[in-house]
Nanobody, 122 residues
Framework: QVQLVESGGGLVQAGGSLRLSCAAS????????MGWFRQAPGKERKFVAG????????YYADSAKGRFTISRDNAKNTVALQMNSLKPEDTAVYYC???????????????WGQGTQVTVSS
C-alpha cells in the first residue's frame, strides 16, 4: 500500500510561484511513475504533469507547458511540482498520484494523496 501526502499549497497572487511536494511511503517508489492532477470546483479532475520512474521522462498538459515543472527524488521518495507564472484559472485542489508502472500515462493511477489547495488571486 502506498501513502501519498501533499504539501505546499496556499494562496498566491497571479504571476507568482508555488512549489508543491508529495512524500510517498510504502511500496517501491522508484518503480512507479508519478503524476499531478488538479480539480477545480464543479469540474472533473484533470491531469497536469507526469514523470516516469527514473525521472528521465516528463509529460505535461497543455495548460502546464512552459510554466510548471515536475521532478522527483527517488532517494527521498518525493515528487515535486514547481508552478510559475500562476493564473487564477490554476486555482484548484492539486493531487499527487502514483501508477503501478514505470511509464507515464495521463490516466490509470492507483494511489492518490488527499490533495492540497492552490488559490491564485487576480
Amino acid at each position: 500500500q502506498v501513502q501519498l501526502v501533499e504539501s505546499g499549497g496556499g494562496l498566491v497572487q497571479a504571476g507568482g510561484s508555488l512549489r508543491l511536494s508529495c512524500a510517498a511511503s510504502g511500496g517501491t517508489f522508484s518503480r512507479r511513475a508519478m503524476g499531478w492532477f488538479r480539480q477545480a470546483p464543479g469540474k472533473e479532475r484533470k491531469f497536469v504533469a507526469g514523470i516516469n520512474s527514473s525521472g528521465g521522462s516528463t509529460y505535461y498538459a497543455d495548460s502546464a507547458k512552459g510554466r510548471f515543472t515536475i521532478s522527483r527524488d527517488n532517494a527521498k521518495n518525493t515528487v515535486a511540482l514547481q508552478m510559475n507564472s500562476l493564473k487564477p484559472e490554476d486555482t484548484a485542489v492539486y493531487y499527487c498520484a502514483a501508477r503501478g508502472s514505470t511509464y507515464v500515462l495521463t490516466y490509470d493511477y492507483d494511489y492518490w494523496g488527499q490533495g492540497t489547495q492552490v488559490t491564485v488571486s487576480s
